[in-house]
């Protein structure tokens, strides 16, 4: 399967806790994003790596949310002392970033956090 | 601040009927896509319109992109349980952004 994937599907995890994604994007595109989408919700944008570049982070994402691309592969979500409003879909998504390019992103199937 | 607002917010009709959801916007977009999302899965690309009036038909699925390409309507046809999802349409402005509206619920019932 060449689709973008993440791991783990699911985290359950206690307050104060540290968490981190993993997102293994589709091989050949070099751009990578982050969005976190609730229940009721559309994704919100989080932030944009252009290869190992992150290029775009939204004001959603707080100190406490940290992500990397190293090597401009794989990227990580990291967050940082869970809240219980960290609770979400955290989907990760590639395209193949061309110029001019009609903006189509490939999602993974996601990572659910439950923060109790 | 650029926002997609979509309506219906929900919408349950009968196997064989038909329907249309709207996505509208005051910004103009370079390209829109319209995604379904099952619950537990990330959501998946349908269609991508570029040209202001563009229509797209994908099987009973009809995308249409507004003249001045802020707006876009998807119309099912006979809809089917299996086109039961959240339909989300995004716009993108050209750039590295693509913001989402916060999608149509259908709910097809046999």
């Known amino acids: 399967d060449t689709g973008v994937s993440q791991d783990p599907r699911h985290k359950i995890t206690k307050r104060g806790q540290n968490v981190t994604f993993r997102c293994d994007p589709i091989?050949?595109?070099?751009?990578l994003y982050w969005y976190r989408q609730t229940l009721g919700q559309g994704p919100e944008f989080l932030t944009y790596?252009?290869?190992?570049?992150?290029?775009?982070k939204s004001r959603l994402l707080s100190d406490r949310f940290s992500a990397e691309r190293p090597k401009g592969s794989f990227s990580t979500l990291e967050i940082q002392r869970t809240e219980q409003g960290d609770s979400a879909m955290y989907l990760c998504?590639?395209?193949?970033?061309?110029?001019?390019?009609?903006?189509?992103?490939?999602f993974g199937e996601g990572s659910r956090l439950t923060v109790l | 601040t650029q926002l997609l607002e979509q309506s219906p917010q929900f919408l349950s009709i009968q196997e064989g009927e038909n329907l249309t959801v709207y996505c509208n916007s005051s910004?103009?977009?370079?390209?829109l896509q319209w995604y379904r999302q099952e619950p537990g899965e990330g959501p998946v690309l349908l269609v991508t319109v570029v040209t202001g009036g563009e229509v797209k038909k994908l099987k009973r699925l009809t995308f249409q992109f507004g003249d001045a390409r802020k707006d876009s309507s998807l119309h099912i046809t006979a809809a089917q349980p299996g086109d039961t999802g959240l339909y989300l349409c995004a716009g993108h402005t050209g750039g590295f952004k693509t913001i989402f509206g916060a999608g149509t619920r259908l709910f097809v019932k046999a």
């Open positions: 998504a590639s395209s193949p970033g061309l110029a001019g390019g009609a903006g189509e992103l490939f």
């Open positions: 091989s050949e595109h070099n751009r």
């Open positions: 790596f252009q290869n190992e570049a992150q290029l775009e």
């Open positions: 910004s103009v977009f370079s390209s």
